[in-house]
């Protein structure tokens, strides 16, 4: 019996140990836009939402001049990460001191099971205007 309870603790080990071992990865491209105006040079990070830990931020980036993106990242985690695209803006509020948080997430099946991604997930033509935010953490 106690040798059992000793190899199932030895499998169970390997397997954490396994799966933490594998890195994932996830990538997005798009444009981003506030009623159909550029949204320029606009702060982006990419997120791992975790429900046990704090979240962890995976790259950051900006939209080009023509509101373009590209971001990827990487991430080691036990269970499957949970990524999203969070973006800073004043799209609505431009005389605010602050910046509003718009978050893309982005679907399971765009998760790469290495440190590469092997399929972008696109977000298309993101118009601002029309999605919900909430307040972020940077001010001017
Ligand atoms: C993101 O940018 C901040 C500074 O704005 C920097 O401290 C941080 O290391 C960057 N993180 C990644 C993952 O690129």
Not at 28 to 34: E, L, P, Q
Not at 65 to 84: A, M, R
């Amino acid at each position: 019996m106690k040798s059992q309870l000793f190899a199932a603790a030895i499998i169970f080990g390997f397997v954490i140990s396994f799966a933490a071992a594998g890195v994932q990865s996830v990538g997005v491209h798009g444009s981003i836009n506030c009623d159909n105006e550029v949204a320029a040079y606009i702060r982006l990070e990419l997120w791992d939402k975790d429900r046990l830990d704090p979240d962890d931020l995976m790259a950051n980036a900006t939209t080009g001049k023509t509101g373009n993106f590209y971001i990827k990242g990487k991430e080691s985690e036990v269970t499957t990460i949970d990524p999203e695209l969070r973006i800073f803006h004043k799209c609505g509020v431009e005389t605010a001191k602050c910046y509003r948080q718009t978050v893309i997430e982005i679907p399971d099946e765009y998760i790469t099971d290495g440190a590469e991604p092997k399929n972008f997930y696109d977000a298309g033509n993101i118009n601002l205007r029309t999605l919900p935010n909430t307040e972020s953490k940077y001010c001017d």
